[in-house]
């Protein structure tokens, strides 16, 4: 399984971008999906998820209300969503996949905010 991440780049405070990861194969070969996002110095922050066989999803309290997941089966892709963006969601952001004990990572993508 390898998960390609695509997306983000540039926004100005209150603006929009979306970052895709699409599965290798068939997104059904994983259980969840997360976004993760990193700043220099401090730790890996869990931004969202969703349950790939259910309807569970699940965001950080910084980014309710202002991020949403859209899924694409289909195409073996999902988005995630990013409105109403503050500076503070300037990060690297990665997508990963999990599977029984098998965890699998995306490229990180660039995501700055900024005026």
């Known amino acids: 399984v390898q998960l390609q991440a695509s997306g983000g780049g540039l926004a100005q405070p209150g603006g929009s971008l979306t970052i895709s990861c699409t599965v290798s194969?068939?997104?059904?070969?994983?259980?969840?999906m997360k976004w993760y996002r990193q700043v220099p110095g401090k730790e890996r922050e869990l931004v969202a998820g969703?349950?790939?066989?259910?309807?569970?999803?699940h965001y950080a309290d910084s980014v309710k209300g202002r991020f949403a997941i859209a899924r694409d089966y289909r195409n073996n892709v999902a988005h995630l969503q990013m409105n109403n963006l503050n500076l503070e969601d300037t990060a690297v952001y990665y997508c990963?996949?999990?599977?029984?004990?098998?965890?699998?990572w995306g490229q990180g993508t660039q995501v700055t905010v900024s005026s």
């Open positions: 969703f349950a790939v066989h259910g309807s569970v999803e």
């Open positions: 990963n996949g999990n599977k029984g004990q098998d965890s699998y």
């Open positions: 194969g068939s997104i059904w070969n994983i259980n969840d």
